[in-house]
């Protein structure tokens, strides 16, 4: 897949198709909880990829970023959605469950299912192994922690009595963005080293997709109410 735009105007386009996926979902849907994480993570790549020097091949960035948005986009549109995706549809309008949730258990799908399986993708395309993405890969990494700490600060608002046991402390603490890229990062290369095997590459990736699915059900556990 070649580049014919600048790779900050390509991701751009890739921020104004989410952006038109998730308008007009009503207040409180989960998916557009995490749509809007996802527009805010989109922007701040499109305001990095002009910062000259900030990516080793910022036209590689931008082809992945195309490739990774496609996933989430085809699992809104799916008749059969991934495994992994399943829970934030089908709980997205629990009214038990915190926005704070919705944006981590999307998170979570795309960034654990979605990703390694986009930059195994993105590598075919380029006839190149991830070690080549490598330098990238991480250097969005600090762009999506400031991201992560924004939405857990924008969506808990938490009273001060809370106590440090409460379960919604509990679940939240057990999940970050810098673990779930770097099972990402190890998912990718193991893919990688099956991709001309295909019976055990597609045993691999399903049950990759099952495990996060497993994940993210689990970071939806209604609790609001509970003390």
């Not at 580049?3 to 996926?21: C, N, Y």
């Not at 380029?126 to 400031?146: E, S, T």
């Amino acid at each position: 897949m070649e580049l014919s735009t600048a790779p900050a105007d390509a991701v751009a386009v890739v921020a104004a198709r989410i952006g038109e996926a998730v308008a007009g979902l009503p207040d409180g849907d989960g998916v557009g909880v995490f749509g809007a994480v996802y527009l805010q993570v989109t922007d701040a790549m499109v305001d990095h990829l002009t910062v000259d020097g900030y990516f080793v091949s910022p036209p590689d960035v931008a082809r992945l970023d195309a490739l990774f948005a496609d996933r989430f986009l085809g699992a809104l549109g799916a008749a059969a959605p991934p495994a992994c995706w399943r829970p934030l549809l089908d709980l997205r309008y629990h009214p038990g469950i915190r926005p704070v949730q919705f944006a981590l258990a999307g998170m979570n799908s795309h960034i654990q299912h979605d990703l390694p399986l986009s930059v195994v993708d993105s590598c075919r395309s380029l006839g190149c192994p991830p070690q080549a993405l490598q330098a990238d890969f991480h250097r969005v990494n600090d762009l999506l922690a400031g991201v992560e700490d924004r939405v857990r600060e924008e969506l808990l608002a938490l009273p001060p009595e809370l106590d440090v046991a409460d379960p919604l402390l509990h679940l939240l603490g057990s999940w970050s963005i810098d673990a779930a890229r770097d099972a990402a990062w190890a998912c990718a290369q193991m893919l990688w080293e099956l991709r001309d095997r295909p019976e055990a590459y597609t045993a691999a990736a399903d049950a990759l997709d099952r495990t996060t699915g497993m994940t993210s059900r689990c970071l939806l556990t209604p609790l609001r109410g509970v003390r």
